[in-house]
């Protein structure tokens, strides 16, 4: 009689436990998509990214990796080749000085409808006393070109962090962890996480993500 009564009350403590812990986990604030609908952009102009990392790599293998996200959510996206040589052509080659142009002025040079404007936060490889983490973090939002009005605007991340295991002991930890960060800065690791969080933060029906365009089957939805 004990042992059951021990058991529910284990088993009342974990249910409390977990609705608790269910009512913290509040959903996000579903995100106001009216002028993105609204304007209902079909083709999108991608910006050179800002970069707040030090990696001098970062603003190349964030941006290297937007378009797919954003094509295969159904948009016409400008081909990165074409951007770059564009603004060089017209005396522009940094990713600051090309943000700061005009929005009409974006339209007049590529006829887009929109421009996807991204800020890396961090990108690269730290190493931390029992572990090394690959990190790449970015911001992103996107303007109609044709009015110049705030359509959208998330935030994404990606870690190595997020796969790491201990292995080895302390001693195995501390080494695996120093080998790791040589490897992945020689490498440039990062670069694979970029994909990651180029997805997360464009990719179609993200939570709060980019609305998929009119070219996807299910245009205009988001999860």
């Given amino acids: 009689m004990k042992t059951r009564k021990l058991f529910s009350s284990r088993t009342g403590v974990v249910l409390a ?10 959903p996000p604030t579903p995100y106001d998509y009216s002028a993105f609908k609204q304007a209902r952009p079909a083709s999108l102009l991608v910006l050179p990214p800002l ?3 030090p990696e001098v790599n970062a603003t190349a293998g964030v941006w290297a990796q937007s378009v797919r996200p954003l094509a295969e959510g159904g948009y016409y996206v400008f081909p990165i080749t074409l951007v770059a040589e564009t603004f060089r ?9 090309i943000q700061e142009v005009s929005p009409q002025k974006l339209h ?20 931390k ?15 109609d070109l044709r009015s110049g009005q705030l359509l959208w605007q998330g935030q994404a991340a990606a870690s190595s962090a997020e796969q790491q295991q201990n292995q080895g002991g302390l001693i195995g930890v501390l080494v ?5 960060q040589i ?27 980019v609305l998929t365009g009119p070219r ?3 245009s205009q939805q988001a999860k």
């Avoid at 052509?89 to 000085?97: E, R, S, V, Y």
């Avoid at 695996?176 to 790791?180: E, G, Y």
């Fill in 17 to 26: 436990l977990a609705i608790l812990l269910q009512a913290c986990a509040t």
């Fill in 108 to 127: 007049e040079f590529f006829g887009a409808d929109a421009a996807v404007y991204i800020r890396v936060i961090d990108y690269g490889t730290t190493y």
């Fill in 89 to 97: 052509q017209n005396g522009l080659d940094n990713a600051a000085d």
């Fill in 216 to 218: 996807s089957p299910h």
């Fill in 129 to 143: 006393v029992l572990s090394s983490d690959t990190r790449v973090a970015v911001e992103g939002k996107i303007i």
């Fill in 51 to 53: 970069n707040d990392s």
């Fill in 176 to 180: 695996a962890a120093v080998i790791k």
């Fill in 183 to 209: 490897s992945d800065t020689v490498t440039d690791a990062a670069f694979n996480y970029a994909a990651i969080a180029d997805y997360r933060l464009l990719g179609a029906a993200q939570p709060n993500g």
